[in-house]
């Protein structure tokens, strides 16, 4: 069984086009994470779809490489296109050391309850990232493309 990108619909392997929303499946093989970076810069997100399926231009090393090291700040998801997700570690990323090196001030903050109003949210997307690296790991780290899905060329 495999599962279409685009709508998550189960079908045979050896279907060609998806039954619910008309995705043909030998398309995936052309689609490329760089044409989607480019469409989700220009705003145009109508042809990019997830897939776990890493395409072409996308190595396998390299994003397992980046989410080990850089997946704490986002390069994984800079890497991939995902740039609002990146942005999260990102900012997580300097806020916690913001936190580190302004310790005394943020702990007179509210009484000394600043801390547990806001770690909670900075623990949450550290396991994020740990969820990231098993999921590159095990290939079930989605990474959009740029896909024709009307089968046009």
Do not use: Q
Request: include cysteine; proline fraction near 3%.
């Amino acid at each position: 069984m495999k599962t279409c990108p685009r709508c998550g619909l189960k079908t045979v392997e050896s279907t060609e086009v998806c039954e619910d929303c008309g995705l043909r499946f030998e398309r995936l093989a052309l689609a490329t994470n760089k044409d989607a970076k480019r469409k989700k810069l220009r705003g145009d997100r109508s042809f990019i779809i997830k897939t776990k399926t890493l395409p072409s231009d996308v190595s396998f090393i390299k994003l397992l490489l980046y989410t080990i090291f850089l997946g704490i700040f986002g390069g994984h998801c800079y890497y991939t296109g995902r740039y609002l997700r990146g942005a999260m570690f990102t900012i997580n990323m300097i806020l916690l050391i913001a936190f580190t090196v302004f310790n005394g001030y943020f702990l007179s903050l509210w009484g000394g309850h600043f801390f547990e109003i806001v770690m909670p949210f900075c623990g949450a997307i550290l396991c994020v990232w740990i969820y990231d690296i098993f999921a590159v790991a095990l290939k079930r780290f989605k990474v959009p493309v740029a896909i024709d899905l009307l089968g046009e060329d």
